[in-house]
């Protein structure tokens, strides 16, 4: 994405398909992205057909692996200007709606925030009818109204950004991107 250099993207991806080779193929496209994953993106990633071993060879991947997400020290070392999550399962969006970060991506969105570093979000389940593309073919998916609620909740959080589609996400990238970050526009708790 030109106009994009020099900003770092920590990317979190949750357990979902919903557009993930959109996803993956919005990354790809960014200078300077390293992987965060749940245990569950892991696996799905596979189900999908992007083993992680893959991934590494285009980026650099931190998996969830221990109990206290060592990688979160690197946002308080500064080196990242935005996080995404994208896709966010219905799981995760709850958690982070609620202050919980017991996963690696929960936490990365929960440390974020507290470095006062902006997060886009790509929540799958943001309209009551949607179609998503499962390993065996495209399927209908009714989310719940609770997972409505907390989709709404969530974008009305601080330094939350939510985008619904891959569209949105593209558009929402290159804005986030070509603008100073909110930790270099202001003075951060993070800073050294
Ligand atoms: C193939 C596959 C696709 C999935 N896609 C979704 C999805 O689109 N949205 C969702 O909320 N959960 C989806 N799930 C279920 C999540 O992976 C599961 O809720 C998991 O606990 C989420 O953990 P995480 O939020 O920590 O990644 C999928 C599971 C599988 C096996």
Redesign the pocket.
Known sequence: MPGTEGKRVAWGI?????FLPECLSLAERLPAVDLFL????A??LQ??GYPVRELQARFRVFRDSAASAPPVGLFYEGRYDLVVVA??????VA?MVYGISD?L??NIYAQAGKCRIPSLVFA??ASPELV?E??GGPVP?YPRPI?LRNTEALAGLAFTEVVVDPDGLARALSTRLRQPSVSSAQPSPCDP
Request: charge should be negative; hydrophobic fraction near 25%.
């Open positions: 949750t357990g979902s398909g919903h749940s245990r569950a993106a696996e799905v189900v999908y896709p966010a399962t219905s799981n995760s958690k996963t991506v929960t799958c389940d998503t499962a390993p998916v997972d």
